[in-house]
C-alpha cells in the first residue's frame, strides 16, 4: 500500500473522468475500504464511493447515477454519495483539492499539526472519509477503532498529540454510563459530536463530565466541517456550531438559508458540474456578531399541517429533553383535513411512560401545531450506518404507501 506522500500525489495525479479504470469502492471494513480507496486512485479515472448498507432501490438509483456520462471531464473525480434521510441518492464531486482545503482547514481551526484519528465513523461516509484524509494531509495517523469493544471495555489507548474521534449523540450517551470510558474520552483533543441533534440534557451531561465536545455544521457538499465549536468554548456554556474554518465563509440569505463559500466546495452532482461561486444550502441558520453559527432546521423538513409551519427539529428538542426515550423523530403524515399531521415517532423503552405524561409536556413548551397528534413507538429504531434516523423507513412503517 503507498505511503502518505504516495497518496497525496496519487489523489492529485487523478485523471478526472471518462477512464477505463472508474471503479466503485464498496468496502465494510475500514483496513479493506482504505486497500480498496488507494488502488481505485492509483487506477485513475473517476472513483465512485458506495454504501454497502444500500437497499436495493438505493444502490439500483447509485448504478444509474454511475452509468451516466461526464458533460465535463474537469475536477470532480471523486464522487462520495449524499441524499440525507429523505431515501434518494446524489453524487457530490471532489478532488484533491477540495479535500485537501478541507483537511489543513480543520487542522488549522484545532490548531493540531498532524491531525490523528480513531475511526468509529464508517469510511463511506463524508464524516468517516474525511477523518482519514485529515490524517493523510496532516501526517497523521488513522486508527480504526470498533465500537462493540469500545463497549465492552477495550479501548485503545490515546497517545500524545492531537487526537480526535467522531460520535453520533445515542453512542455518546451510552458511553457516559461508564466512568472508564468517560475517562477516555477527554484524552482527545475534541470529542466531534454529528449525524443526529444532540438533545440538551445529553449535553450538559457532557458538559458536567468535563468531556472535549466539539458540535459542527457541515455536509457530503463541503467536505465534511465547514464550521465548529471549540472545546473549550463547549466547556465554557456555548452551544451553537462554532465559526467558520479557515478555509469557509458563511453567510445568510434573505429566506434564512445558509450560504457556504469554501476551498472544499464539491464540483456538483455527478455527472453534471456546478458554477463556481457559493453554495446556498437547504439549511435555515443564523450567525452571530461574532460569526458564530445556529443551525435551525431544515427547509425541506418543515411539516405543514393546517397552514401552519412547523420544524420537526424543535418539536424533537422538546421531546429529547422531557427524557422519556432515547430517540424520537417528528414527521409530517399525510392527512385529508391537515394536508400533513405531526407525528412523534419513539424508540421503545423497557418500561411506559403514559401519553397523558408526553402530552404535559408539549402543552407546556409548545404551540398548538406544533403538538404531536400521535406518538407511535417503533422497534426496531431505524438508523443508517451513520447513526442517522431513517426518516422515510419511519414514514413507511407509521404511512404505509
Known sequence: MPDRSDL???????????????VVVCERAPEDFIAAATAAIAG?????????????ARRAAFDRLRASAAADTGPGWLCLPTGGSGGGVKLARHDADTLAAAAHGFARHFAAE????????????????MAWMRTVFTGGVYQPADWVALM?????????????????????ARLLADPAAVDWLRRFRAVLLGGAPAWPALLEQAAAARLPISLAYGSTETAAMVSALLPEE???????????????????????????????LFRGYWPELRPSGPWETGDLA?????????VLGRTDALINTGGKKVDPLTVEAVLRAAGRW??????????EEWGERVVACHTVEAGT?????????????????????????????PRNAQGKVDRAALLRAVHPV
Open 44 to 56: 485513475g479515472g473517476t472513483v465512485f464511493v458506495a454504501d454497502p448498507d444500500w437497499d436495493g
Open 152 to 172: 465492552a471495555g477495550r479501548r485503545p489507548s490515546v497517545p500524545d498529540g492531537d487526537w480526535f474521534v467522531s460520535l453520533v449523540p445515542t453512542q455518546l
Open 353 to 381: 411512560h403514559p401519553e397523558a405524561d408526553i402530552e404535559t409536556v408539549a402543552r407546556a413548551h409548545l404551540l398548538p401545531a406544533e403538538r404531536p397528534k400521535a406518538y407511535v413507538p417503533v422497534s426496531p429504531w
Open 114 to 129: 498532524r491531525v490523528n484519528v480513531f475511526g468509529l465513523l464508517p469510511l463511506h461516509h463524508v464524516s468517516g472519509f
Open 8 to 22: 497525496i500525489g496519487l489523489l492529485a495525479a487523478s485523471p478526472a473522468a471518462g477512464n477505463a479504470g472508474d
Open 234 to 264: 463547549f466547556l465554557a456554556g456555548r452551544r451553537d456550531c462554532g465559526v467558520a474554518l479557515p478555509h469557509a465563509r458563511l453567510a445568510i440569505a434573505g429566506d434564512r438559508r445558509l450560504r457556504v463559500e469554501a476551498e472544499s
Open 326 to 335: 432515547a430517540d424520537v423523530a417528528v414527521l409530517g403524515v399525510p392527512d
Open 286 to 294: 443564523e450567525l452571530d456578531e461574532a460569526g458564530r453559527l445556529r
